[in-house]
Every structure is written in structure tokens, then in C-alpha cells.
């Protein structure tokens, strides 16, 4: 007798009967054994279909099921093309984080970057900040790229990553590597800042580094297993565990003065004006050192030069043109040395109007009218007004004082000429002596002069010279230097130290000073952002690799459980045809009603039935 072809009902429920010679074949349903195992394929086909589509579709812009494919155990999970892209995605990773890191913990020098491009460019914009937003919005964009890629092996998909998202990586690995090569070669001491950053950030990267090795151990476990190759099973899990006992064993060569037994912390730095208050007012002017003693400044620093009929002025740069408005009142002299204007005609520019228009700092929006109003008004100060400020305040100055260029009535007197204007308007005691010119000549003439230096030298140099205080930059900071230098009577004082963080690390290696831009908003910091006891850290350190392993431990074993379709309870059992099925509870008729499936189906009479339609094709697995 021939086989007789069946038919399903487009309805659920009902099976459509042949006749043949008007004999009449009831409805038969499939037995539930069948049922479980269309079920099966079907849970096993369209099972996350939603989630991986999203996934795919916005790695490869493959949206359609057809479109995309599943890897089959023991084979490669993309081409070598799709490999050579997925690596370079990972490389893109580390190098965008590397420079998105670099530059954001050099926001503390962002000031000097962005008037750099200014005496570059000629013209004021804010780089520094439309740099970090750039570096951080293609992070993101990688970062969200190598989640989906995961995301896709773990669901065990073949990847294509679509050509405008290559593109993207490309133009996100030149930037990184661009940027950072540039910044290197033009302002290679952040480096050093990055170096005194980890001082302070290392502990908490260790934690999310260890953190997110110990997420991936779910691709890394599912592929090593569906690996049917040993060397590629080995190569694997080798460069998975050495890069997990790297992180493990990062902490035994951490350092970071902020770790110290309880105690041992001194008291804060104090904080000392960097040209007065310059978030808050334009920088060197009336104004801004009067809002740095409003804020509790310990000391005022500034800059000094000599007009060109000898009154000692307060200005940073050799020209006026950044910090006045020169170019309004003296167009055809705008470029020449501040030393070469009189003091009648320095009192002609505008020192204020600058700040408003440009806002450096981005704080213009805090300040009240009246205080706008007094910063319109500001003009270039001399050093006696300034050293009256700082007497009746009773505070601390330093400042540094350059020389006029040769032909200056005052080339050769300058120093002369600037201790006559300290003598005469406050006590010599509260200065802080930083030229290095002819240092021997004016201790003889004032003895009562702080003798600051701004170069670091062996202590009995400084001795020699009878230094009270050393002037450095903070990329210099070391606690031991630090420490070494005051058991000898000689105070450190780090410049210029805006940050919250950095002010936390110099207050932990011991500085007794720093010179800063935010002397309101360090004058707040009432102890040290990270401080921890050596037990501290080392229990830290200690429950998170152990966390991490333990949990890596169970991924692992999860998934060789998986692998050998083993169980955890009789009542649930794994798929035999493979390891990475899901599990489910009973059949629901239902869910499978509207499925082809191939029953048995005989008439009453015996006698074969024609066929009804063609034979619909057996559901297979992508």
C-alpha cells in the first residue's frame, strides 16, 4: 500500500481529511511524543529571536533572521576578516580608554592648553573641553560595539560587523592614536600626571578591571568548550588566565601615599592664590587676590614686571594682549613686552572686560551684577597695591619677577627697584623670595626674606643657600622628597594644583603648600578624597580576586556541565543533540498548533487517500 501523504489544518486543533471514492477519514491527532519533539525545534529556532535580532542588527545591520547565522560547535565564530575586525575593535577599546583616561585626569592643566592654542591661533576657544567630550563619545561608541560582539558570541552568532561601524572604529583608532602622539610630543609632563593619578585610581580600577574579566568568563567558558580543537582550546583559556593572574597580582605593585596606617596623615596643604582667585576674577587683579583672602588663601602668588619708567606691575605674560584690552587702545603695539609701556599708559587698559567675554573657567554664570560690574572696571594693578592687600590681610606672597628686555632703562636695577616697593609696603617676613638672580646679594640686603627656590637640589645645596622653601611643580611630587626635605626645616610648596584628587595626593605625601586656581573649592576639601590602612587594602584586594575566582570557577563549571549534558535534578533534563539547549516544562499544544507536522493519517477504508497538497519540509535548526 503506497504512503499516504499528510495534511495540517491552517487551523489550530483540526486536521483537513482526504476523500477519495466518497469514503470519509476522521480527524487524528499527532501523538504528544511528536509534539514534544516539534516542540523542541521550535523552542530551539526562535528561542531569544527578538533579542538576538537587536543584537545583530545593531552590530551588522542584519535585522532579518535569514540574514544571520549561528556557529556551529567546534567551528571558527566569524571569518578571518571578521577575526582581524573583531581584534582591532578590542585594540580600538584600549587605545581610545587609554587616551579618554589621559586627558581627563589632565583637566587639572586644561587652563594652560587652552590658552596655549590661544597665543597659537589667536583667538580663545575652549579645546580642552570639546577634546574630552570627542574622546568620551567614541569610547562610548566603541565600547557599545565590543558589548554587542559579546553579547553575540554568548548567543553563539556568527560575526559581521557592518562596514559604516568599521569605518567608525577606523576613524576612532586614528583619533586615539593621533591625539595622544600629539599631546606626548607638545605637553609630555601629563604623562607624569597620569603616573601620579593611578596613585589614587589604581585600587578602584583594579576592582572594575577584575570586575568585568570576570563578566567575559561567560564567552570565553561557552567557546572553549565548543571548541573541538585543543591548541585553539588552549590558546584560549592561556591568554584568558594569564591576563586574569595579571589583574590578580596588579596590587602587589600598587603605591599610593594615600595608603598609611591611621595617624600618620598631617595636616592639609595650605592653599596659596594662584594670581589671586582666577575662577572667580581676572586672574592678577585687585579684584581676584581680595576674593582669594575672602576665600581663606594662606598666601597669594603673582608675577611681577617693571614699566618701562620703573614701577613694578602685576602681569603673567611678556605681552598685553590676552589678559587687557591693548589691542583696542594701543592697536600698532599690541604685540610689543609689557616692560616697554609706561605705567600712565598701563593704566589706560581695561584688565576685566577679557574675563566675561572669554570665561576661562566657565564660572562667569556664578558671578552676581555686582560683582560683573566690578570685573568691567578692573585695571592692571601695581606690585605695592598688591603687597598692601596681602598686609592688611596679614597673608603670605609669592611671586616671581622677570626681567625687561635689554635696552630697559631698568635691565640692570630691576631687583633693586622691586625690594625698595617690598620694603616699603609690607614685612619682609611675609615674602616669599623665588628670583634666583643674585640671590647672595639679596639676602645681605633683606635677611628677613622667605628664600624660596623653584629648582630641586640636594639638601645641602639648599641649606647652603639658606632655602626655607622649595617651589615645584606637582609632577614632581614625592613623599619621600617631601618628607626628607622637612626634617631639615625646608617646607614644599606644589604648583599649580587645581583638582580635588590631586590635592588629596599632595596632602597625603606631606606638602605643606600648593599654589591653586580653586582656592574655594579646595578650601572645602576637609580630608582626603581616598584613605585607606594597608589592612584595608589588602582585604580589598583580597575578597575581590577571590570573588572573581570563585565565580569564574562556577562559569566554568556551568558550562562543562552544559557540554556533557549532565543534570542537576532527575526531573530536568538536557537536550541530547546538544549542550546549549533550554530547558522547559511541559508542552502546550497551542504553541505548535500552527506548525507543519507529519502524522499518520489512514482512512477508515483502509484504501489510500490521494494527497492533498505537497509534503511542507521538516523543521531543521539554523
Request: some cysteine; aromatic content about 10%.
Amino acid at each position: 500500500m503506497a504512503d499516504q501523504a499528510p495534511l495540517v489544518s491552517p487551523r489550530p486543533g483540526r486536521l483537513l481529511s482526504c476523500r477519495a471514492a466518497g469514503d470519509q477519514a476522521p480527524e487524528t491527532r499527532p501523538k504528544l511524543g511528536k509534539l514534544k519533539v516539534v516542540r523542541q525545534q521550535l523552542l530551539q529556532r526562535y528561542e531569544h529571536q527578538p533579542f538576538v535580532s537587536c543584537l545583530a542588527g545593531l552590530y551588522g545591520c542584519q535585522w532579518r533572521r535569514y540574514q544571520r547565522a549561528r556557529a556551529p560547535p567546534g567551528e571558527s565564530c566569524c571569518s578571518k576578516v571578521e577575526c582581524g575586525t573583531f581584534g582591532l575593535l578590542i585594540l580600538t577599546f584600549f587605545l581610545s580608554f587609554l587616551f579618554l583616561y589621559f586627558w581627563s585626569e589632565a583637566q587639572n592643566d586644561y587652563h594652560d592648553f587652552d590658552w596655549f592654542n590661544f597665543g597659537t591661533l589667536g583667538f580663545w576657544f575652549p579645546w580642552s573641553l570639546v577634546l574630552l567630550v570627542l574622546a568620551a563619545a567614541l569610547f562610548s561608541y566603541v565600547a557599545l560595539l565590543l558589548v554587542l560582539a559579546v553579547c553575540l558570541l554568548t548567543e553563539g552568532q556568527r560575526l559581521h560587523l557592518h562596514w559604516t561601524h568599521k569605518a567608525g572604529v577606523a576613524v576612532t583608532l586614528v583619533f586615539s592614536v593621533t591625539a595622544t602622539a600629539v599631546l606626548s610630543d607638545l605637553w609630555s609632563r601629563e604623562w607624569r600626571t597620569l603616573v601620579l593619578s593611578l596613585q589614587v585610581t589604581a585600587p578602584v580600577l583594579h576592582v572594575a578591571a577584575v570586575s568585568l574579566t570576570t563578566v567575559l568568563s561567560w564567552p570565553v567558558a561557552l567557546h572553549f568548550f565548543r571548541m573541538n580543537k585543543r591548541a585553539r582550546q588552549g590558546a584560549v583559556l592561556g591568554l584568558y588566565l594569564s591576563a586574569l593572574f595579571g589583574l590578580y597580582l596588579v596590587p602587589l605593585a600598587m603605591y599610593s601615599p594615600c595608603i598609611k596606617e591611621a595617624g600618620r596623615l598631617g595636616p592639609a596643604p595650605a592653599l596659596i592664590g594662584h594670581r589671586g582667585a582666577p575662577m572667580l576674577a581676572p586672574e592678577n587683579t585687585l579684584m581676584s587676590f581680595e576674593m582669594g583672602v575672602a576665600c581663606g588663601a594662606s598666601g597669594l602668588e603673582s608675577d611681577i614686571a617693571i614699566s618701562y619708567d620703573g614701577v613694578p606691575f602685576l602681569m603673567h605674560d611678556s605681552t598685553l594682549s590676552r589678559t587687557t584690552d591693548v589691542d583696542r587702545v594701543f592697536p600698532n603695539r599690541s604685540h610689543h613686552d609689557a616692560s616697554t609701556f609706561t605705567w600712565a599708559e598701563l593704566q589706560k587698559l581695561n584688565a576685566g572686560a577679557w574675563f566675561l567675554s572669554r570665561d576661562p573657567f566657565g564660572t562667569v554664570s556664578s558671578l552676581s551684577e555686582v560683582d560683573r560690574s566690578r570685573v568691567r572696571n578692573q585695571s592692571v594693578p601695581s606690585l605695592a597695591q598688591f603687597l598692601e592687600v596681602a598686609a592688611l590681610s596679614g597673608k603670605e606672597v609669592l611671586f616671581d619677577l622677570r626681567r625687561p628686555p635689554a635696552g630697559h632703562p631698568y635691565h640692570r636695577t630691576y631687583i633693586n627697584t622691586t625690594l625698595q616697593v617690598v620694603q616699603t609696603h609690607i614685612n619682609s617676613s611675609q615674602v616669599l623670595w623665588l628670583p634666583s638672580e643674585e640671590r647672595k646679594w639679596v639676602q645681605d640686603f633683606d635677611r628677613d626674606l622667605q628664600q624660596t627656590s623653584g629648582e630641586s637640589r640636594s639638601v645641602q645645596e639648599l641649606r647652603d643657600q639658606n632655602i626655607r622653601r622649595l617651589n615645584l611643580h606637582y609632577s614632581s611630587m614625592s613623599q619621600q622628597q617631601i618628607s626628607k626635605l622637612w626634617s631639615v626645616n625646608i617646607s614644599t610648596n606644589l604648583y599649580v594644583v587645581s583638582q580635588p584628587w590631586l590635592y588629596t595626593l599632595a596632602w597625603c605625601a606631606g606638602a605643606q603648600s600648593v599654589t591653586t586656581n580653586a582656592v574655594h573649592l579646595l578650601g572645602r576639601v576637609r580630608a582626603p578624597l581616598f584613605l585607606m590602612t594597608p589592612e584595608d587594602f589588602s582585604v580589598m584586594w583580597t575578597l575581590t580576586d577571590a570573588s572573581s575566582c570563585l565565580l569564574i570557577v562556577g562559569v566554568f563549571a556551568f558550562h562543562w556541565w552544559r557540554e556533557r549534558g549532565l543534570t542537576w535534578s532527575s526531573s530536568r533534563p538536557a537536550r541530547e543533540t546538544g549542550p546549549y539547549s533550554k530547558i522547559r516544562t511541559e508542552l502546550d499544544v497551542r504553541s505548535v498548533s500552527s506548525v507543519h507536522i507529519k502524522p499518520n493519517i489512514q482512512n477508515l477504508s483502509g484504501s489510500p487517500g490521494p494527497s492533498c497538497g505537497p509534503r511542507p519540509p521538516p523543521i531543521s535548526e539554523e
